[in-house]
DNA sequence: CGAACTCGTGACAGTTGTGTGACAAAAACC
DNA sequence: GGTTTTTGTCACACAACTGTCACGAGTTCG
């Protein structure tokens, strides 16, 4: 279910907006100034945020930037002014699309969706931790669970378990892992293939048949997602 | 440095589009013709890609959902329409913007700025898998799924079924797949005879009767389109 | 019809890729 | 300062993969 927050001042076209965003099957809020769509945006977040310029009190402007001190949110302008000065500055505010009303239904959909595709998932921003089948990351506290049992994990084969992790379901090349986990811009790729092993010697029941960190022979090394 | 590709056909707008880019500060690319703009994108990635509507030949819908098969780069489209239909099918291909002939510069660079905040860096960018039928690459985790099977390839065969997906539908020669999945120039053409053969032991249910790798008497190998 | 050609495939040897135990240097710890 | 742990290098072994060849079936064409 997708919510969209929905900050106009002029009781018509709020409705109007509403009800049509409605008919797309989204979930709308609404809030008729700035200062009462920042605390509702803040008790119950909106997946997207659509915002009229002309407000009384609070503006579009400073409540996109308000908005922007703490939240990712999409954010898409609506305003019945077409001027490159306020398209730009919207833009810069952290506006992240700017439509001129009145505005089709369906064109305002298919951008709130263009949107949403790029959207990154709020989970690939800060260190949290991840679960993949019996395995669990806390990178945080430097701890790896195995069925809720903690592993002696030494530095090396901690940072190379949370870089495969971070790419759980994609081969990773020994180029990249030496890359990313040594920071060695070159050098013997070997040295993987040795972490990997010992890696394995701690975080696979049977070693011998590995089914959460496989080799992709030729390309890598992969941490299987659950 | 920012790379910026521009597809359209009229000589004086690409022209002045590229200037005003390069004065912002991009890097650009320019192609007058879809056809070129997408072989200059796969040789040399752009970070963001403008594209006009109205082209000769392949137009810029079908570019840009040729584009997306392969590549999540942002997507611009310039068009002189302003037409509701336009602008939901073209998003709906999978652009992200739309705007309308003549547009400020200004109003450009900062929809791009906007733009760029939201793509995902491509570090972390999956790379969408290709279906066909009842075949499933992905080639970011190095599989291979039949019916939902995992298959398993060999580092040659992977490559040359990730090859022929490519261009599925149409018939690649074998100096072709030398050329592009082994890098020969030269070399004897048997081999790739062998390793099709191999490949089609795995992907075809009756390798003697083939039915999606098929053989294309004195033109070579191709994968047929679902 | 037979020669020339195309293609599929099994066999095989050489090559490459990977796992692993041993070991010494380096770092961490006490 | 000595002990323990961790790290990187090496060498060997083995399995998987690759490329070549040769034979045979099928096709094309004169």
Chains 1, 2 share one sequence.
Not at 21 to 29: A, Q, R, W
Not at 39 to 49: C, K, L
Not at 158 to 167: I, K, N, Q, S, Y
């Amino acid at each position: 279910m997708v919510a969209v927050l929905v900050i106009e001042d002029d009781d018509r076209i709020r409705l109007s907006l509403a009800m049509a965003l409605e008919d797309e099957g989204y979930t709308v809020h609404t809030a008729a100034t700035a200062e009462e769509g920042l605390v509702r945006q803040r008790r119950e977040p909106a997946d997207t945020v659509l915002v009229d310029l002309m407000l009384p009190g609070i503006d579009g402007f400073e409540c996109i930037r308000e908005l922007r001190r703490h939240d990712e949110v999409p954010i898409v302008v609506v305003s019945a002014r077409d001027d490159t000065h306020d398209i730009v500055a919207a833009l810069e505010a952290g506006a992240d699309d700017y439509v001129v009303k009145p505005v089709a239904t369906k064109e305002l959909s298919a951008r709130l969706r263009a949107l949403r595709r790029r959207t990154r998932p709020a989970s690939v921003a800060e260190p949290r931790p991840t679960v993949l089948g019996e395995l669990e990351l806390r990178p945080y506290a430097g701890e790896v669970l195995l069925r809720g049992e903690l592993l002696a994990l030494t530095r090396t084969e901690f940072r190379l378990l949370c870089e495969l992790a971070e790419h759980a379901g994609q081969v990773l090349s020994r180029q990249q892992l030496l890359a990313r986990v040594w920071e060695y811009d070159y050098g013997d790729e070997r040295l993987v293939d040795v972490h990997v092993g010992r890696l394995r010697q701690k975080v696979e029941d049977d070693p011998g048949n590995p089914v959460r960190l496989v080799t992709v022979r030729g390309m890598g090394y992969k941490l299987q997602r659950p």
